[in-house]
């Protein structure tokens, strides 16, 4: 039997329609799960379109600036945090204090020919060699090289923010943000003087929000390299075994 | 009949793009707003292999991750997340194990013994020997890292040395710094 040609020319026309629009909202899902799910890879920092946003992270280094380092981390809920800070004489010299309701309770002091360890009441002091265990604590972890400021500004989450009040020392302060790890931090650099003045690190240990507040003050500091002290083992990191005691 | 074949096609292409779609939005979902893991790490210099604080045999160890992302080490299994946890007090911080009970403390809660297990550290109530301590920050500017200081030991949280297996320690007399990929 001969079909009835015009009934099945529009079923042909109604079936080719919805193949159409089902590929087109195959379409659109995909490109848009895909385009949302790239956004957040890349982990992109909203940048303003203005073009302040596009300054260049200009700091200068201050790896040989004498200065005092204060470093308060916070828990989150925690008002108070610890205090600890690194005094460096701009020469290779630095003393690294911890502190507990705001006294010293430990200080590492660190020349290039020696390592000594001061603690307690009255305040014993340990001479060690030279640290070169290659351990990745070091008093440079808190300056800013050269090397440090470029890699900064080549990251793509580096955003310029403006100028604020500078929260120590006065003055206004260029403002820039990166991520990093588990990190986020807001560079504070003095306007005039280009230097870095405070680091807010906003980041977590595991499931725990730390902030740490990081300030930069440059002035001259004298490191106290302790004269009474005993000699330690050879190996600075080695620790007894307690449990064959 | 045809027709029919089609509509029941269309809806499997609609249905399975959905799916797609939706899997691939998911990841946005899931990730938006939270800290995502990471190993918590001390790194060496030298060789770039990061030795993470995981544990075996019962005990708080260091285990060579030289991926540094919960990769490669064999000391990883079970796998092991750290979180800080408040002691109570300002500045004051128990290391915790985010799949287990317990926070990094005197191995058998023995205030003599400086190596570490995890001991018990209640919300409320006298936790173990040893799980006090006091974090900082210590990265460098490209990295996130912390330091820990012990309040019993009075000394600093780090492992025997640099190796697979390596017993974390409460003792030691200077900071290691404890990150996450500090090498960009």
Redo the contacts between chains.
Sequence with gaps: MEKDSSQSGT?KR??TS??W???A??VL??V???I??F???TNKTTVSSSPASKKTYDLVSNVNLPMLIT?N???Q??????I?TLQSDGKGNYT?T?F?DGKP??T?TYTPDA?Y?C??TPTAC?K?PP?T?????QP???L?STD?IK??NA?KTTAYQGQKPCPIGGGTCDVWTYS????K?TDYVNTATKRLVT?I?A????????T?K?TYQYQDEHINVPTNYTD?PAE????????H? | MLLTKLKKIRLVIVSKASVAGLALAMPVILMAGSASAASWCNYNSINGHGYCMSTQGGRVTACDDPSGNHGGGSCFTPYIDFSLRSAGSPGVSEISADNYTGCVGDYGNDSSNASTDLERCPSAGNAGWGTKQLASACSNPLGSGYQFYNVHWTAFVGPQDFFSGAKEYLNKPTAWCFAVNPYV
Excluded at chain 1, 133 to 137: A, E, I, L, T
Excluded at chain 1, 236 to 243: F, K, L, R, V
């Design positions: 079923t109604r079936s919805w193949l629009l089902a590929a909202i195959v899902i995909v848009g799960g895909s949302a799910y956004n957040h890879k470093v981390t916070r828990q809920g925690d008002n108070i945090g610890n600890t690294y911890l507990l309770i430990n590492t390592l360890v603690k307690g340990v060690y640290d265990s290659s351990n990745d604590f440079t972890n808190y800013y440090i890699k900064i990251l990093v790890a588990q990190s931090k680091v690190d980041g977590h240990f595991g499931k725990s929000s730390i740490s990081i330690a600075p990191q080695a620790s007894p075994d307690m449990s005691r």
